[in-house]
């Protein structure tokens, strides 16, 4: 532990220059999106789900398990377990296949079909095969529609959901941990704990405004709990620097947790428990979450976007290791 702490320290200021300090360019309004991470474990495809995901096959009309499905929840790709669609945004189109009027933003990629006439859509994380879109029919406000096949989606309902928010510095290292994580659906870059609404980037840079650099976790709770994220949250940023998290200095890069419920902020305060026994001072806030406002686009999922940039961020076993 003391010998891996200097490292930790050299490789952060090492990456002080280019980290999440670099300048900025403001962009549009906040957008939720899609992390487009890579594989998360999902189980190995069958013979028929790689004929349509794999060698973009259709399933036939009324025959698979969601064309006529109705509940809360979200779909997630099969085989990569990307979040894609939402069920509120599905509709009965008496095609025979899901229709959805609305993908989760970044989650879906469009490109034209080899048969010089459709648009093929595919999952923007995977490439895998999803089905068609198309618009002009004028089936819902939004007239568009795409038309899915159900081996291509995973339905998860809204009682499996889970959502967690943290707070540890420049929001893109977090953010690019949590999407690793197998059973995590979505992670999204923003702003909490501050006192205005809808803030920018440059307002939360002043420090004035309350805000946090935060990271909001949408997870499938089947898969993964919550006390395993806090715990990957506690060993991904060092929660005893006050107020900074190495280059990145003032109360929008402090450390927090900000919970849900009660179930959360015990789990929470536990592990805090568990790292001062073993020495650590730590300076993580625990607090209720209030209203999570998504970053502008461009931070999301910035280091997928930006390969090679450096994260200052480092994954340290803290409690693992001997006490302090
Ligand atoms: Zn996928």
New binding site residues.
């Given amino acids: 532990m003391r010998g891996l702490l200097p490292l930790v320290l050299v490789a952060c200021l090492a990456l002080a220059a280019s980290a999440c300090r670099d300048s900025r360019q403001a962009s549009g309004e906040p957008t939720m999106t899609n992390p487009k991470q890579p594989a998360r474990a999902m189980p190995p495809l069958t013979a028929a789900e790689r004929h349509i995901i794999v060698e973009k096959g259709t399933e036939a009309p009324f025959t698979g398990t969601y064309w006529n499905h109705v509940e809360p929840g979200v779909y997630v790709?099969?085989?990569?377990?990307?979040l894609l669609y939402r069920s509120d945004s599905k509709f009965e189109s008496e095609c025979g296949w899901p229709s959805f009027d609305d993908e989760v933003p970044g989650a879906v990629a469009r490109r034209p079909d080899a048969d010089g006439r459709r648009t093929e859509i595919l999952?923007a994380?995977?490439?895998?095969h999803l089905g068609h879109v198309f618009t002009g029919e004028h089936l819902t406000a939004k007239d568009v529609r795409h038309c899915v096949n159900s081996a291509s989606l995973v339905f998860i309902p809204q009682s499996r959901l889970g959502r967690a928010l943290f707070a540890g510095g420049c929001f893109w290292g977090v953010e690019h941990y949590f999407g690793q994580v197998p059973g995590v659906l979505a992670v999204t870059s923003g702003y909490t704990g501050g006192q205005t609404d809808r803030p920018t980037y440059e307002q939360v840079s002043t420090g004035t405004t309350g805000h946090a650099e935060a990271v909001e976790a949408l997870f499938d709770r089947d898969r993964v709990t919550y006390e395993a994220l806090a715990h990957l949250f506690f060993e991904i940023h060092d929660p005893t620097q006050v107020n900074r998290q190495g280059p990145d200095v003032g109360t929008q890069y402090r450390s927090a947790v900000f919970t849900l419920d009660e179930d959360q902020k015990r789990t929470a305060e536990d592990l805090i428990g568990r790292l001062r026994a073993k020495g650590y001072a730590v300076a993580t806030q625990v607090e209720p979450a209030g209203k999570f406002w998504p970053a502008e686009a461009y931070h999301q999922d910035y280091l997928r976007k930006h390969p090679g940039h450096p994260i200052c961020q480092t994954r340290v076993p803290r409690f693992d290791a001997p006490p302090r």
């Fill in positions: 790709c099969r085989r990569c377990g990307a999952c994380a995977c490439g895998g």
